[in-house]
Structures are given as C-alpha cells and as structure tokens.
C-alpha cells in the first residue's frame, strides 16, 4: 500500500484550505449553465445562484457566528471568484461557438 504524505509537496495554504470552495462553487455554476444553455426561462437563475448563495452565506454565517467554523477572508473571496468566473469564461467562448446566456 502506498503512503500518501503530502506534507513533502509543501503545497500553499490557499491551494489547500480556499482554492476547493471556489472549485465547487465553479463546478457547479458551469454545469447549470451547461444545462440551462439556451433554456428560456427565469428558473434559470435561481439555478445559478444556488451554490453562490451557500458558498458566501455560510461564510458570512461563520463570520457572525451562525455557523459553526472559521470565517476566511479569502474562502469569500474564492466563492466570489468561483461564482463569477464561468460567467466571465462561458460569454468569452460564447462569442467563438454562438452560446446563449
């Protein structure tokens, strides 16, 4: 059996601790998107929205005390990330293959 110690890769903090919130909060805006493309309906959005609500209200929770956990500057601000960025990237490739928003 292999040993899998990662503590030899060193690897940063946020790469560790910030970077998988923003993963999942990406993922899953990038598969609603993928699934609602060229969908006409409000329904939609409520779909996008749903793992940047969780993602940034369970931070903001952890900030007042609401939530049990550690608040994290920088969790926020890859939820923010996360939830932006397939926006951003999607209307690029938009542009180039006639994707619909």
Same mark, same amino acid.
């Given at each position: 059996?292999?040993?899998?110690? #990662?503590?030899? *890769?060193?690897?940063?903090?946020? %790469? ?5 919130? $923003?993963?999942? +909060? ?18 939609? #959005?409520?779909? *996008?929205?749903?793992?940047?609500? %969780? ?5 903001? $929770?952890?900030? +007042? ?21 397939? *926006? ?14």
């Amino acid at each position: 059996m292999l040993n899998a110690n #990662f503590s030899k *890769f060193d690897l940063p903090n946020w %790469l560790l601790f910030n970077y998988p919130d $923003g993963v999942w +909060i990406y993922s899953f805006v990038s598969l609603m998107i993928i699934i609602w493309n060229k969908v006409e309906s409000r329904m939609k #959005f409520v779909w *996008f929205s749903i793992a940047p609500i %969780l993602g940034i209200s369970a931070e903001i $929770g952890q900030y +007042i005390n609401i939530i049990p956990g550690t608040y994290d500057q920088f969790d926020l601000l890859f939820c923010f990330l996360g939830s932006l960025l397939p *926006f951003i990237l999607i209307k690029k490739n938009s542009r180039k293959e006639n994707l619909k928003l």
